[in-house]
């Protein structure tokens, strides 16, 4: 047994060393007993092909096609509508209202609308009085009673003069600023009533 081991370690060394023996230098190339597709036919990017008829390479997208993580299945948060179709008056199951939430979207509102809907959304922002149309204020009845998933629809879309800022502002970051809008147009008619008993002497 000792023998048949020994003769088996002389061996796997022999063929260890005619392996890294390279002998003298050749232009052929290396013969792959394995290849794992590494000498793989594949078109380039912007390539021309001879196989298709239009010459080229790059396919269209397939309709209907949905990339992986991309199925917007919730209604709701990612158009603002229930499954019937209608505007959602509240707010989606996932989004969780709260400070930080308003405050966000405090934030994302000065950036994105205060330009035309200025900072307390009566509609005179900045590019307002350099000539465009003034948007409707926000503090009218009508306005006040669009359910949230018509503002939603409205961000996303645009309507009217207001182009749409899907491709600008994050599915969540757009709930954020609905929830400072209605904390904007509750300020807007807030009384004494509405200020906490111990904040009123800092008014």
Known sequence: MKKILTHTVIACSLLMLLGCYQGRPSKDEPIHINPNMDNQEKYRPQ??????????????IVEGTVARGEL?????????????????????????????????GHQRYNIYCSPCHGRTGTGRGIVVERGLVPPPSFHTDSVKAYPNGRIFDVITNGIRNMQPY?????????WAIIAFFRALQRSHDATIEDVPQSQRGNL
């Open 166 to 174: 899907k491709y600008q502002i994050p599915e969540e970051d757009r």
């Open 47 to 60: 390539a021309e092909s001879n196989f298709f008829e239009d010459g080229a390479t790059m396919r269209p």
């Open 72 to 104: 917007k299945e919730d209604t709701e948060f990612y158009y603002g509508k229930d499954e019937k179709g209608d505007f959602i008056k509240g707010f989606p199951d996932k989004i969780m209202f709260g400070r930080e939430l308003v405050e966000r």
